[in-house]
């Protein structure tokens, strides 16, 4: 992996802060002009919030990244402790990004799944602020992420409480002292504290979740070249107990390789590579012997070797069993090895 490409990204909650500044001149020239603000000036900030447009869930910017930039972005902010925020250089909105470009990538679809908690304990932690810009940003990436999940309803709802709520707040209070002024600057530095704080303890979370599936990964690769050595040594056994045969049976043999190397290939469909393989980075083999009847079909297919034993048997016999080959005068039985290689 290397350092992913700077973003020019909104900081989170930009929208608020603009709202905040508005509001203290407001006050402030009202403040001068009369002794009370009028309820439709004071109004105004929430009423810009309130009618907001729909939060994008990922940036004109980020979408146009390519998959493997985005997959690059992803993990350096994982390291950076950037889950969720800020808008436009975050883990969801590139994940969500990569999920567009390659939506059958089950990587992209687990990280997203681990990150949707944390989001949605952001997006209420945002409602209980008043929040709402940052609030609709984050639900915007959860919708995008999983439509149906059972708490967006909830969330919207909050949401336009909130909004109304604030809305009303705010037509009520007629001045804003100082001292509410400068509350407010220090409710914001706490929030932006308070953000950062859960991100880390979130990242922490994610990281020792990540380290106990990489163990669980490890063993399960130590169990199988554990097989797949007892695999060989089976099959260096059988193959020593097939050369100290009578010499009687090697014709038969010869004749059957010999049948073997005649048949003609007209269609042979590559395996499926099993998810959990590839995503543990497993390689392997798998030896079939199968029948070619005279109409080139293939029958009687079963495994007789594997390496790993049976992480790739399925896969592979599925294969053989859709091979086709030229008609031939008599059934054939022969052999073919597949090979498995995560790398390739």
Known sequence: MFVAKSLQARPAGLGLAVATVLMMC???????????????????????????????????????????????????????????????????????????????????????????????IATEQSIARDDFIEAQRLYALMEKT??????????????????????????????????????????????????????????????AQQNADQQAAAQKAAADQAAAQKAAADQRAAQQRAAAQPAATQPAATSTASASQQLRAISTPQPKYPPDAYRSGTSGEVEVEFTVGPDGSVTGARVVRATPPRVFDREALSAVKRWRFQPVGSPVTTRRTIGFNAGG
């Not at 006050?27 to 000036?41: F, R, V």
């Not at 930039?69 to 992803?74: C, D, T």
């Not at 220090?186 to 979370?205: G, N, S, Y």
């Open 26 to 120: 407001t006050l402030a020239g009202c403040k001068k002009e009369q002794a009370a603000a009028t309820a439709d000036t004071a109004a105004t900030p929430a009423a810009t919030q309130a009618t907001a447009p729909p939060q994008q869930a990922v940036s004109a910017q980020v979408a146009a990244m390519g998959a493997d930039q985005l997959r690059e972005a992803a993990s350096a902010a994982l390291k950076e402790q950037r889950l969720y925020a800020p808008a436009g250089n975050n883990a969801m909105e590139y994940y969500l990004a990569l999920r567009d470009k390659q939506p059958n990538d089950p990587a992209v679809a687990s990280a997203l799944t681990d990150l949707m908690p944390y989001t949605l």
């Open 146 to 207: 999983d439509s149906t999940a059972p708490a967006l309803p909830r969330l919207k709802q909050g949401i336009a409480s909130g909004q109304a709520s604030l809305a009303q707040r705010t037509a009520d209070a007629a001045t804003k002292t100082e001292e509410d002024t400068k509350k407010q600057a220090e409710l914001e530095k706490q929030r932006l504290a308070d953000q950062q704080k859960a991100q880390q303890e979130a990242a922490q979370k994610l990281a």
